[in-house]
């Protein structure tokens, strides 16, 4: 292993964990309501709405992060990786395909690692209530954010099916009766730019609206040297060498632009409609792994910089569109009923093998099609009982098309057309009973019935007319239409206690649930079509809160344990002579952990927080026909699940003459060594990252800051592709410098 990726020393660590406790830097930022004022959200309560209500943080049994708007933009977090850096337990990992906008959750080393737009990912993201179930459209909106909230442990009650790690909402700035406006520009090294902001007010007594938007550009901190020498390489006469791209220094750039608009009629006697329209524009290069060791003949790359015969590249747009009703039917009850249309189409290319050669370059073109609705009863809190009846329903086709090109492997180029339909209802209860005015008991049940079918082809395309893929593959042309069926009872139940004012002290068990479905990999047989099984967990928590309002000092802590059955994950195969990525499902797994959280506010303008998560995971199970395989998987860690992570910031607000402030602030993130694959080939380095920002902020609403991102430039990845013969990855931006220009009203 290279030298700039050796895990960190004891020493190291030990001088990290002092500096994080010392400097009390960041777990949980969950003190901002409406992510405009941080000072305003600590002096009250926080509230939130994990449990499809308006409730005080302090009331929900479960473990809960926020985020707040204020926070992202204090730490510059312009995506979920970003955003997942400031909570412990969380890691949001960059898939080798797909931009910026593709990425995936593992929250308590329970986690989703497939690239490819068929798969469900096993957090529900739900973008203003409306779910998005593939994890290539979990990034589009990740601007004008109101608020972040991670429900940490499955949700199988009220959000249902792909639940077993958590839930995830993003809420989105919404309309209010008072003109409201913002905007921010940023600028950095390598030539990155981003404008952000949004306005909103009174259109007139019942009608108000806002509308937001984004540009993001970035050249890059990759270099491709090109093919080289390869490119006189042709594996037989007849067939053209390979292309040489050249030089380009600039080879990771991107542009992302997007915006959203919202309007909101309140009819001012019980009647609220919320018309949500949105879209994002994706376009440039992506990032290619680098070799972090030798492969096929070739060395490793120089850090930060890769060879390639082909120009990986991304064009992507997504739009959509909600409509949600709100609507009293009584003093004591509400109906709330939810519509969503989300639309995606992507094309990109990549050099799959990480070789100047044509051993795996593909070509993808999918398209994505989703509906969604979901219609609930329930009364208004407070009172002796609280309850919410529902139903969901959701559908989405997905086109997935690909050219593999194989030349220098097998003399040809292979094709595959795949389409993947699915459709989900589900019907939900859920209720809590005050016994006493400080003890509660929460129960809740759900049923969810999922089919999905996967029909499609893939054939060797034989353009040079000497192709020997029928020896690498001889089950090719393959053609399949395959149905997968299943349905399933997930539930709740917990009890909580008030002991005192702003505190809370729970014990939970829940079942959660995650459908089956198809991989979405090259099938080069028949029974690589064959469906997974659905996963399932049963999650046993307790936990503490101490949230008093305007106390110096909060506290969260939880601990946990999930059994899984059917784990999905995905396994390498070899196919041709190639590593491949395939879903399946990995038999049995456990998990187990501790996280604690503090925000400390000792003085006036001073707030420190500090988070840990302790996690230990197994791979108790293996389903598999080979006995070697069985015995080098069973008793590993699960992908995705570093022991300890420690997350922390401080902020410190300055008042200055005539109304301004001055506030700089430091945030960052330990994270341990974890893996990224079920073999526990190499493991991911463990390393520590840190973010600073100064900020003038003028009584006007101008604000000017400076900022480092990654301010001791370490060389970390940000995510591995290992196999036994094949080490290779992405690494993280290096030390940046930028400033900010912004203002308010």
Known sequence: MPKTFAAPSRRYRSLVLLGTAVSALLAQPAFAQTGDSADDAARGDIVVTAQKREQRLVDVPASVSVISGQTLAESHAKDLIDASSLTPGVVVSPQAFGGRTMQTFTIRGIGFDDFRPNGSPSAAVNIDGVYQGSSALVGGQMFDVDRIEILKGPQGTLYGRNTTAGAVNIISRQPTDAWHGNIRADYGEYDSRRIEGGIGGPLSSTLSFRVAGIYDH????????????????????????????????????????????????????????????????????????????????????????????????????????????????????????????????????????????????????????????????????????????????????????????????????????????????????????HITPKLKLGAGLRYSNDHSSFDGATIDLNPYGMSIGAVAFPNVPVSFDRDFDDSDISGRANLSYEPAAGSTIYASISRGYKAGGFDGSTILSVPESDPFKSETVWTYEVGAKFLPRSSPVQLEASAFYNDFSDLQASATRIAGGLPTSIRTNVGKARTYGAEVSVVARPISGLEMQVGVQWLNSKITGVVSDNAAERERRIGNELPFAPKLTLTGAVRYKIPLANGASLTPSVNGRFIDDYYSELDNYRAIPGYFRGDAQVELALSNGLTIAGWVRNFTDVRYLATLYATNTTFAGFRGAPRTFGGSVGFRF
């Open 218 to 433: 970035t050249d890059g901190y990759v270099t491709n040297l090109g093919s080289g020498a390869a490119a006189t390489v042709t594996p037989a006469a007849g067939i053209p060498p390979v292309g040489d791209p050249g030089r380009d220094d600039e080879a990771g750039r991107s542009t992302f632009y997007g915006g959203r608009g919202i309007l909101k009629y309140d009819s001012g006697s019980g009647t609220v409609l919320t018309l949500n329209a949105h879209g994002f524009r994706e376009k440039g290069a992506m990032q290619q792994l680098e070799r972090l060791a030798p492969l096929g003949g070739y060395s490793a790359n120089a850090p930060f910089t890769v060879d390639s015969n082909v120009v990986p590249s991304l064009s992507k747009k997504s739009y959509g569109g909600s409509l949600t009703l709100n609507q009293d039917v009584s003093d004591d009850i509400a109906l709330i009923a939810v519509g969503g249309y989300e639309n995606a189409e992507q094309d990109y290319t990549s050099n799959g093998e990480f070789l100047p050669t044509r051993r795996g370059d593909t070509y993808y073109s999918d398209q994505l099609h989703q509906w969604s609705a979901e219609v609930r009863l329930q009364n208004r809190a407070p009172a002796p009982v609280e309850w919410v009846l529902g139903a969901t329903a959701f559908t989405n086709k997905v086109g997935i098309a690909s050219l593999l090109d194989l030349s220098d492997a097998v003399r040809s180029k292979l094709s595959t057309d795949y389409t993947q339909k699915s459709r989900s209802f589900g019907i939900f209860g859920d209720g809590t009973v």
